[in-house]
């Protein structure tokens, strides 16, 4: 039996770089208020509460006092930041680059669509942090759209600023865009800014590949990570017999009989220590 884990998975540089403050301002002062799960990796999260990090909502910005507050890589609309300015707490700020850069576009798409009268449709899961985010630059006046049914709340007659979430699928942003200028009364005035992290998008072709050169993939994601569902998706459109799991203790022995290789990949959010206990785990059940 061959067990390869993918090189090419794990965490992102935004998640790498929240999580890295995160350790920081613990080895400082001892305790960190995250908003929000800092990842959407339960074992990951678990690991970095053991270190003091307490995880936290909206509701709960007035119990951190004199506190830090952790804005983890998914970024927060400019409430959030008002809000914990009149409260006196300190902000730790762990917003991704390339997030940051798009909240500045939302607002500029805004600008431009209140001048011409038409509207900003954003690409995205509702309710997610990101988007959250996002459309909260804007007194959240967007329509978020998840997939072509979507695009009946859309005026087609006004000009129309379609952007995406960073870590939404390059093929279906591709397919909605050009939905979008094809139901559009003039084309002409539709803008299509494809705003995907390609840090991200660049690993669905790689994930495929990797899927197709073994004969069982372990995706290894926590189940409420996006970028994990629309990944493994890729995987398993790839290769039939790919399962999802959070952690080790999930695996099925009958996943694996029969086989000879086994891949280990995950999501921009499941760290390398999680996929390589899996790894060790499919060795075990496969002796």
């Known amino acids: 039996m061959r067990v390869v884990i993918d090189e090419n998975s794990g965490f992102c540089f935004g998640v790498v770089?929240?999580?890295?403050?995160?350790?920081?301002?613990?080895?400082?002062?001892?305790?960190?208020?995250?908003l929000g799960d800092i990842v959407h990796n339960r074992v990951e999260v678990q690991?970095?509460?053991?270190?003091?990090?307490?995880?936290?909502?909206?509701?709960?910005?007035?119990?951190?006092g004199s506190g830090m507050l952790l804005i983890r890589a998914h970024g927060e609309p400019p409430r959030t930041y008002e809000l914990a300015k009149s409260l006196g707490?300190?902000?730790?700020?762990?917003?991704?680059?390339?997030v940051a850069r798009l909240q500045r576009r939302v607002r500029e798409a805004y600008d431009k669509m209140m001048a011409e009268g038409g509207c900003v449709v954003l690409l995205g899961k509702r309710g997610h942090a990101e988007v959250v985010g996002l459309t909260g630059q804007v007194g959240d006046d967007v329509?978020?759209?998840e997939g072509e049914r979507d695009l009946e709340a859309i005026d087609f007659t006004k000009p129309i600023y379609f952007l995406s979430q960073t870590t939404q699928s390059i093929e279906l942003f591709n397919h909605l865009g050009a939905e979008i200028k094809r139901r559009s009364e003039c084309a002409e005035k539709v803008t299509i800014d494809d705003t995907i992290c390609r840090r991200v998008a660049g690993r669905e072709p790689l994930l495929a590949k990797f899927s197709k050169s073994v004969d069982v993939v372990v995706f290894v994601s926590g189940r409420k990570s996006s970028n994990g569902k629309v990944l493994c998706e890729v995987c398993r459109r790839a290769n039939e017999r790919c399962y999802m799991v959070e952690e080790a203790s999930e695996l099925e022995a009958k996943w694996f009989e029969g086989v000879e290789s086994v891949g280990i990949c995950g999501a921009t959010s499941t760290p390398r220590w999680l996929m390589e206990s899996v790894a060790c785990a499919v060795e075990q059940i496969t002796k």
């Open 17 to 34: 770089r929240a999580i890295g403050e995160a350790e920081e301002a613990l080895r400082r002062v001892g305790e960190v208020s995250s």
């Open 47 to 64: 690991r970095l509460e053991a270190l003091g990090l307490r995880t936290i909502t909206h509701n709960q910005i007035d119990t951190v």
């Open 143 to 145: 329509i978020v759209v």
């Open 89 to 98: 707490v300190s902000v730790i700020d762990a917003t991704c680059p390339v």
